[in-house]
């Protein structure tokens, strides 16, 4: 009867723990960009679209107007996205706000500058905003162009980007970024930037902050050669693309 007791017990420990794995709450901020039916599509900082799924127990009500495309909104669910693959469906969405969700509020976006004492990111709407970081913020490790997800308390001036009345509590990285690949030939280079034409006429321009690695080309990035970046962002936002390696083609 004991050793039942104690298979019951551990099958019962082992049950709970992976339902709280599984009830993981995440939060996101984003640009809702189209609805279709139960299905909305949004834009993450750095470019990147995924689709959610809208279920009758969704909670809608602090989401002025409703669902709708061009919102920039606040999404909280449950579950893991499959971020390489860059599919949602299988996440629950429990929450949609265009407003803040408690008093530890959170926003994504992409690091663009940088320094000891404050960092600046870009949102989804294209605003920038700065903040001051203090002795007591907890502040990870990124590099410009990084998705990092920063919370906050106070109220942001959304409509002058004025963050004068936030204190920062945390910056950390957002969700892991996926590797895209561009190939083409190298048109212009310089010590910071290296722009390439694509077969179809697309010229990219991607910063070089000097940690990308170009260790395959022995004489380094020469015009005229084809070449393959691999950078994380979207080409979309190139901007804002963190280049990892250049590669010979």
């Given at each position: 009867m004991k050793k039942l007791i104690s298979i019951l017990l551990?099958?019962?420990?082992?049950?709970?723990?992976?339902?709280?794995?599984?009830?993981?709450?995440y939060r996101m901020s984003a640009l809702i960009t189209s609805v279709d039916g139960n299905q909305f599509t949004v834009r993450w900082a750095n470019g990147e679209q995924y689709a959610f799924n809208?279920?009758?127990?969704?909670?809608?009500?602090?989401?002025?107007?409703?669902?709708?495309?061009g919102k920039?909104?606040?999404?909280?669910?449950?579950?893991q996205i499959d971020w390489e693959n860059r599919d949602a469906s299988s996440?629950?969405?429990?929450?949609?706000?265009?407003?803040?969700?408690?008093?530890?509020?959170?926003?994504?976006?992409?690091?663009?500058?940088?320094?000891?004492?404050?960092?600046?990111?870009?949102?989804?709407?294209?605003?920038?905003?700065?903040?001051?970081?203090?002795?007591?913020?907890?502040?990870?490790?990124?590099?410009?162009?990084?998705?990092?997800?920063?919370g906050f308390i106070g109220m942001i001036?959304?409509?002058?980007?004025?963050?004068?009345n936030t204190h920062l509590v945390s910056i950390e990285k957002g969700h892991p970024e996926t590797v895209s690949q561009v190939e083409g030939i190298v048109y212009d280079a310089t010590m910071h930037t290296i722009t390439i034409e694509t077969d179809d006429g697309e010229l990219y321009g991607f910063s070089n902050s000097g940690d990308a690695d170009t260790s395959s080309l022995p004489e380094g990035v020469v015009l005229g050669e084809r070449v393959v970046i691999s950078f994380t962002g979207s080409l979309e936002y190139i901007d804002y693309a963190h280049m990892i390696a250049v590669e010979g083609a």
């Amino acid at each position: 009867m004991k050793k039942l007791i104690s298979i019951l017990l551990t099958l019962t420990l082992l049950f709970g723990a992976a339902m709280a794995e599984a009830d993981d709450e995440y939060r996101m901020s984003a640009l809702i960009t189209s609805v279709d039916g139960n299905q909305f599509t949004v834009r993450w900082a750095n470019g990147e679209q995924y689709a959610f799924n809208v279920s009758d127990d969704t909670d809608l009500s602090d989401l002025t107007g409703g669902l709708n495309a061009g919102k920039t909104a606040f999404i909280s669910y449950t579950g893991q996205i499959d971020w390489e693959n860059r599919d949602a469906s299988s996440v629950h969405v429990d929450y949609i706000s265009d407003g803040y969700m408690d008093e530890i509020d959170y926003m994504s976006g992409v690091v663009i500058d940088a320094t000891m004492h404050s960092v600046t990111i870009s949102w989804v709407n294209g605003f920038e905003y700065s903040f001051a970081v203090d002795g007591d913020a907890e502040v990870c490790e990124f590099s410009l162009g990084d998705t990092v997800r920063i919370g906050f308390i106070g109220m942001i001036d959304w409509e002058n980007a004025d963050t004068s009345n936030t204190h920062l509590v945390s910056i950390e990285k957002g969700h892991p970024e996926t590797v895209s690949q561009v190939e083409g030939i190298v048109y212009d280079a310089t010590m910071h930037t290296i722009t390439i034409e694509t077969d179809d006429g697309e010229l990219y321009g991607f910063s070089n902050s000097g940690d990308a690695d170009t260790s395959s080309l022995p004489e380094g990035v020469v015009l005229g050669e084809r070449v393959v970046i691999s950078f994380t962002g979207s080409l979309e936002y190139i901007d804002y693309a963190h280049m990892i390696a250049v590669e010979g083609a």
